[in-house]
């Protein structure tokens, strides 16, 4: 199972709040986490208590391989946490050698067809 770092929602009808969970990516939205992370207050007035994250254990969430969602990986940018930067995988290199380059063949119509003259039928 992945584990995702994801928000969940709070709060009354138009006065939404978030709290950013560990839960596991099967799971509802709403439903079991694993561990409560921080909030997120959008309706706040002031812009720096609108976000409070346990960077603590957030980096240690992303440490052991936990996914985190747009949003969260936004408002994790705006708190200061680092990110892990995803890895390459290597490019495999192929077996076969390289081909020179050639320009491709022009293509030419093909000739049409004259159509069979019509032979005079002998009547008799």
Do not use: C
Not at 74 to 98: D, N, W
């Amino acid at each position: 199972m992945v584990v995702k770092l994801r928000f969940k929602r709070f709060g009354r009808l138009n006065h939404p709040t978030f709290r950013l969970v560990a839960t596991e990516s099967t799971w509802k939205r709403d439903g079991r986490i694993l561990e409560t992370l921080g909030f997120y207050l959008p309706l706040h007035r002031r812009e720096g208590e609108q976000v409070k994250l346990n960077a603590e254990r957030v980096t240690w969430w992303l440490s052991v391989g936990a996914q985190p969602s747009g949003t969260a990986r936004s408002l994790m940018k705006k708190a200061g946490i680092a990110l892990p930067v995803p890895r390459r995988k290597p490019r495999k290199k192929t077996k076969a050698a390289a081909k020179k380059w050639a320009p491709p063949k022009k293509r030419v119509p093909k000739p049409k067809k004259a159509a069979p003259a019509a032979e005079p039928k002998a009547e008799g």
